[in-house]
């Protein structure tokens, strides 16, 4: 069973605008990571945000949030003030906790996100 | 410098061929992994290390081998290579003593063509 959905397969955003990259996910451990990546037209991967499934509050880095909710098993990315450089693909994954994991990452098939100016 | 290279950034190779993708890292952590990207897909695992002595096989293993020469090196071998095999692969590591949860530090890539 695919354990982590991203539906939208293209956005666009005016700049300096805000946007939500949608993400959901499927596991019935009590403890994972949620992450969020940005993956630039030359093909590195960036680490943006990451949430735990015990933290209280959503986190934040910046311009980047991460809106979760638990009980929906969503972990959307909100970018605030778009910028063109935030154009990119953006991939949402998954590291369940089970003692035996190999904290492997589990990865959605991304969002391409396009910022018009 | 770069925490996590990769070598080669790019390659052309022919069916049946066998290659050796590369991968050093200067951030002392001790788990590594190699994952592949199809066009339009998320990255797969390929294989993962938590130490020397320890390779494991991930989720889209057949056709690959690994080598983990040294905490900070962890090589990637297609014996055969086949088209379908066409992707961008990408090296990761972790430090399992850093708490908390482990984040994943990628290299550049490497572009791997099959013809």
């Known amino acids: 069973a695919q354990k982590i959905t991203q539906t939208q397969p293209g956005m666009f955003v005016q700049e300096k605008e805000a946007v939500t990259l949608d993400c959901t996910y499927d596991t019935s451990d009590p403890s994972y990571g949620l992450f969020w990546y940005k993956q630039p037209s030359s093909g590195e991967m960036i680490f943006l945000i990451y949430q735990g499934s015990y933290d209280q509050q959503n986190a934040t880095e910046g311009r980047y949030s991460l809106n979760f909710q638990k009980a929906r098993k969503s972990a959307n990315l909100v970018i605030s003030a778009s910028q063109l450089g935030d154009s990119a693909m953006y991939f949402c994954?998954?590291?369940?906790?089970?003692?035996?994991?190999?904290?492997?990452?589990?990865f959605g098939s991304g969002t391409r996100l396009l910022v018009r100016p | 410098d770069a925490d996590v290279t990769q070598t080669p950034r790019n390659r052309i190779t022919k069916t049946g061929k066998r290659i050796m993708l590369e991968c050093s890292q200067t951030?002392?952590?001790?788990?590594m992994y190699w994952y592949r990207q199809d066009p339009g897909l998320g990255l797969r695992l390929i294989y993962y290390?938590?130490?020397?002595?320890?390779?494991n096989k991930g989720e889209i293993s057949d056709g690959y081998s690994v080598s983990r020469q040294a905490q900070a090196k962890f090589s990637l071998s297609l014996e055969s290579a086949i088209p379908n095999q066409t992707a961008l692969y990408f090296c990761a590591t972790s430090d399992s003593l850093a708490g908390g949860d482990y984040e994943q530090y990628f290299g550049p890539g490497t572009r791997l063509t099959v013809t």
């Open positions: 951030k002392g952590h001790d788990r």
């Open positions: 290390s938590f130490d020397v002595k320890d390779i």
């Open positions: 994954a998954m590291r369940e906790g089970r003692l035996d994991s190999s904290y492997k990452l589990i």
